[in-house]
């Protein structure tokens, strides 16, 4: 099953008319609609990241979830410079400053979005004035979706597509829902592309050098959560048939690895992962 989580029914309105999705009038907490062969369900969650950490816990655990089929889609607005949709690849929270890494391990250039449209987001609690770093994109739910969307699903479960609706603005209002649901229209078919391509893609995960793993996610101090994240790294690598052995071998030479502190580790995972994809 796909899940669909956007806050504003605005931003959601294209899909569910081109999903022909009905709307569940059964009392539950959020607009809920559904696809005729429950396929695809998608839910309005409201601003911020405590109602879509609500909204999302609601929905995966109303319905179920099984981690080898079911994706979590957060579609939505943003602020950013440039106009377009991007693909997430990093989240930071504004308030704790925990970043948050969904993995990317499928290639979906063939529908239209491809590794270069990679983009940071910083998740913030108020609508932005003005982009504190240009090369960022700013909106209010992602990292609420992604903390609760990981006690349910992997990371590379979770898929984050956000469109620039505007580079910040004084006033909220002056965003209307009409302005949204017209940027929104202009991304429907890349998006509806992306799903059809999730709904195509089989769990078939690969075995990895687990003693390689073990051995590099000492050697770099990892925390649980990146050495999830270096481990979807190997699977990634061995998918596309990509010696991370070989990688990490560059980096031994360079003295990267072992690194002195977690802070290095971290900055050498971030290494890896650039030098894969």
């Not at 989580?5 to 605005?10: M, Q, S, V, Y």
């Not at 991007?86 to 993995?103: A, Q, V």
């Not at 990688?247 to 050498?268: F, N, Q, T, Y």
């Amino acid at each position: 099953m796909l899940f669909i989580l956007c806050a504003l029914t605005a931003e959601a309105k294209p899909l569910i008319s081109a999903l022909s999705l009905r709307k569940d009038n059964t009392s539950c907490p959020y607009d809920t609609y559904f696809a005729e062969d429950n396929s695809v369900v998608l839910a309005i969650s409201g601003m911020g990241t405590v109602a879509a950490a609500s909204a999302t816990t609601y929905l995966l655990t109303r319905f179920g979830t099984k981690k080898e089929q079911d994706h979590l889609i957060n579609f939505g607005s943003c602020a950013g410079k440039d106009p377009g949709m991007y693909l997430i690849n990093k989240i930071t929270d504004d308030i704790s400053g925990r970043e948050y890494y969904p993995d990317m391990l499928y290639d979906l250039s063939s529908a239209g979005l491809s590794f270069s449209s990679e983009k940071a987001l910083t998740t913030v609690n108020h609508v932005v004035s003005s982009l504190e770093d240009p090369d960022q994109l700013y909106e209010m739910e992602a990292s609420g979706i992604f903390q609760a969307g990981s006690h349910f699903l992997p990371p590379h479960r979770m898929l984050f597509l956000k469109y620039v609706s505007d580079s910040g603005v004084e006033d909220p209002k002056s965003i209307t829902n009409a302005h949204l649901t017209a940027c929104a229209e202009q991304q429907l078919s890349t998006v509806l592309l992306i799903l059809g391509k999730l709904k195509n893609i089989s769990e078939e995960i690969p075995s990895i050098d687990e003693d390689l793993f073990l051995s590099a996610s000492y050697a770099l101090h990892l925390s649980e959560t990146l050495r999830h994240e270096l481990y979807q790294l190997f699977v990634y690598a061995r998918s596309e048939n990509i010696d991370i052995e070989k990688i990490l071998d560059g980096l031994k030479k360079e003295g990267r690895i072992p690194a002195p502190s977690k802070r290095e580790g971290k900055e050498v995972l971030h290494a890896i992962r650039e030098r894969l994809i």
